[in-house]
């Protein structure tokens, strides 16, 4: 996924409908050891369930790491389209002040 454009709109809304939450951004990075992980924000006042999570990463199966990051809020424009800022989340997700969990294989 690193270096390749994709539209993530769609698989976000379709993984908002499947956990029934506010919003999802979807994001690849590098972690600490090279490898890349597939961080899934998960913006909802509750967790989803696990089984639905488990569900998810199936379908990202072909990485190694798979990351859901929980915030009850997402950082926003101040403007009437309130639109996620995701660089912002993203820093804020790779600084710990998210509720995170993590997986390696399935």
């Known amino acids: 996924m690193l270096g390749e454009k994709f539209a993530v709109g ?3 809304q379709l993984i908002c409908q499947y956990l029934a ?3 999802a951004c979807l994001f690849t990075n590098l972690n600490d050891l090279g490898q890349e992980e597939v961080i899934i924000a998960i913006q909802s006042q509750t967790r989803p369930p696990a089984d639905q999570l488990n569900r998810i990463k199936q379908h ?3 990485f190694d790491r798979i ?3 929980f915030l009850q809020e997402f950082p926003r424009t101040d403007t009437m389209t309130r639109k ?3 660089r912002e989340l993203k820093a804020l997700i790779l600084s710990g002040k998210d509720e995170a ?3 390696t294989g399935l």
């Open 101 to 103: 969990e993590s997986r």
């Open 84 to 86: 996620v800022r995701r």
């Open 60 to 62: 990202f199966s072909s």
């Open 10 to 12: 769609p698989i976000e």
């Open 21 to 23: 939450v506010d919003e």
């Open 67 to 69: 990351r859901f990051a």
